[in-house]
């Protein structure tokens, strides 16, 4: 079966390090490791080096229609009412209308399959132009997230193109049963609405990895450690988890934060931990290659996923996913569908969101009971590396697209 995967999303560079672009990766190979033959067109495809086995398409406009592009990101009036965003990306989407079709023709995709983005109505009009049948993946309720940004203006065209996805979709692939259940809300017909969740690669973790050499290099030797990896965006409760470790701190002097992960608030997490007195025991690592976590989570006596109370996550973090399936030992806000994957108290602890003296009773309860600690990851690095993994999630994607052909 030949799948053509579309991303029109600038944000997310192809060969990124950030999750979504891992995501886009990891579901396009292990497409292709399970004998699908897969392209993927995208705008943008980042600094990093190409770790996809997938065939790309980097389609970019140039000549005439780069030089327009250009003016209109210009126009005084555009940048005056920040309409630039939204702008390029609709453009994009319309002139992909035309430059995908080559692509279409030449490859002759059985099914196309499409990250939901912002205005992205380009492949919806390219399933219903070639009859071919359009799975659309909803990661994240992208159009609520951008409430009160500055960059995003143009929120009801963003709604009715998505109102049109929605239901205009052959099949969505949403990523929680919250997001299945927003589409529906849209739009979507209920049984066209498929949840499949997050997962990790299993390679990657299939063997227990030593944090040694990562507590040498760093200084943690003897010290409990503490573990974030992330991206610092708002929703992140980094400060949340520096007002832990202060509580903390009280009876565990010696106790490390290791903060892994790179982002536009990264300078004022660390301004933050130097306001709190941790300077010295929070260490940032900076952006990571995703290879290269293993050693860093096995490093942390316990891994957290802090988020702020009052917020409405719609997706599993695929940190979450990693850190189970290397075994840490999780704590994690009770917040959205996080409490579908912990079960507390079984396979990680849960607190209530933003509440940091909580965090730090999860975290503490941890620290003393190492018999717990292991047990809790024990089981959560079983039931990811079980139910959680990409080539699970590559299967139920098939079996969806063949159920489309049939």
């Not at 209920?190 to 507590?215: C, K, M, T, Y």
């Not at 934060?257 to 709190?276: C, K, Q, S």
């Not at 952006?287 to 009052?310: K, N, W």
Request: proline share 5%.
């Amino acid at each position: 079966m030949k799948i053509g995967y579309l991303c029109s999303d600038f944000d997310i560079p192809l060969y990124g390090a950030e999750g979504c672009s891992l995501h886009v990766r990891d579901v396009a190979d292990a497409l292709v490791a399970q004998g699908q033959d897969v392209f993927i067109v995208c705008p943008e495809l980042g600094s990093g080096p190409a770790p996809t086995n997938a065939r790309v398409y980097d389609l970019q406009p140039s000549g005439a229609d780069a030089a327009e592009w250009r003016a209109l990101a210009e126009e005084p009036a555009v940048l005056a009412g920040n309409l630039e965003r939204d702008l390029r990306l609709i453009a994009y989407n319309h002139w992909l209308k035309g430059a995908g079709s080559a692509i279409v023709e030449r490859e002759r995709p059985d099914v196309l399959y499409e990250r939901y983005s912002l205005f992205g109505s380009a492949g919806l009009e390219l399933s219903r132009r070639y009859g071919v049948p359009l799975i659309l993946e909803l990661n994240t309720d992208l159009r609520l997230e951008q409430d009160g940004y500055d960059k995003f203006v143009l929120g009801q065209t963003a709604e009715a193109v998505e109102s049109e996805l929605f239901r205009g979709a052959a099949a969505i692939v949403a990523v929680s049963g919250w997001l299945g259940e927003w589409a529906v809300s849209r739009g979507a017909d209920r049984d066209r609405v498929h949840v499949i969740p997050n997962a990790v690669d299993e390679r990657l973790f299939a063997q227990r990895v030593s944090g040694e050499e990562v507590r040498a290099k760093y200084g943690l030797d003897g010290s409990p450690v503490v573990g974030f990896v992330g991206s610092f965006q708002p929703w992140h409760d980094v400060n949340g988890l520096l007002d832990a470790a202060v509580h903390l701190r009280e009876d565990r002097p010696t106790l490390r934060l290791l903060i892994v992960g790179g982002g536009d608030g990264r300078r004022d997490a660390e301004a933050a931990a130097e306001r709190r007195g941790l300077a010295d025991a929070a260490l940032f690592t900076g952006r990571v290659p995703h290879d290269e976590t293993p050693p860093l989570l096995a490093a942390m006596d316990v891994a957290v996923a802090p988020y702020s109370g009052g917020l409405e996550l719609g997706f599993l973090p695929l940190k979450l996913f990693e850190y189970m399936a290397a075994g840490r030992p999780t704590v994690a806000a009770a917040v959205g569908e996080i409490g579908r994957l912990i079960e507390d108290g079984e396979t990680g602890l849960l607190y209530p969101p933003g509440d940091g003296r909580q965090l730090a009773d999860c975290i503490d309860t941890l620290l003393a009971d190492r018999d717990l600690a292991r047990r809790l990851g024990d089981a959560a690095r079983a039931k990811v590396l079980r139910d959680h993994t990409w080539r699970a999630v590559a299967e139920r994607i098939k079996t969806l697209a063949e159920s489309l052909l049939g």
